[in-house]
Each structure stands twice: as structure tokens, then as C-alpha cells.
């Protein structure tokens, strides 16, 4: 190999890669930014999945309170058509 060989970019890229691969030190701080990064991802999954549980819980609780709403008003309905039957039953005797 010519020493001009050398400085050629996929040359270099081998020779950092040995390196890393070769360099107690580097393979640590890799390890451990690699186990820094998983706990980070985990972290960020746990908090996304929680906020959604939660927003489910409250779109299920706002929608069951609609429903609930929905029946009370059409149960107040017939109550004032029964209450308005009546009257004209009186008022025609």
C-alpha cells in the first residue's frame, strides 16, 4: 500500500473501526452509552404509554358522563310529556 492509500476516507473508517473495536476504553464508554440510551428509550416508552392510559381513562369518563347526561335529559322528557298528558286529561273532564 502506497501512503496516499491511507488517507483515503473508507481507509480511514477501517482503521477508526479497529481501533474501537481494539480500545478497551472506547468499548466501554460504548457499552455503557448503549445501556444509557436503552434505559433512556424504556423511560420515554413507559411515560408515552402511561400518558395514554391516562388519556383513555379520561375519554372514556368524559364520554360515559355524556351518555349519562343524554339518558337523564330523555328521562326528564318523558316525565314532563307524561306530566303534560295528564294535565290536558284534567282539563278536558
Known sequence: MALEDYFESE?????AA?????????RGW?????????????????AVSSATRGAAAQ????AAAGVDAAKQTTDDA????????????T???
Open 78 to 89: 318523558k316525565v314532563i310529556a307524561r306530566g303534560s298528558k295528564t294535565s290536558r286529561s
Open 18 to 26: 479497529t481501533a474501537i473495536a481494539l480500545s478497551p476504553q472506547v
Open 30 to 46: 460504548l457499552r455503557r452509552g448503549a445501556v444509557y440510551g436503552l434505559a433512556a428509550a424504556l423511560k420515554a416508552g413507559d
Open 11 to 15: 481507509v480511514g473508517i477501517a482503521v
Open 59 to 62: 375519554v372514556q369518563n368524559t
Open 91 to 93: 282539563q278536558a273532564e
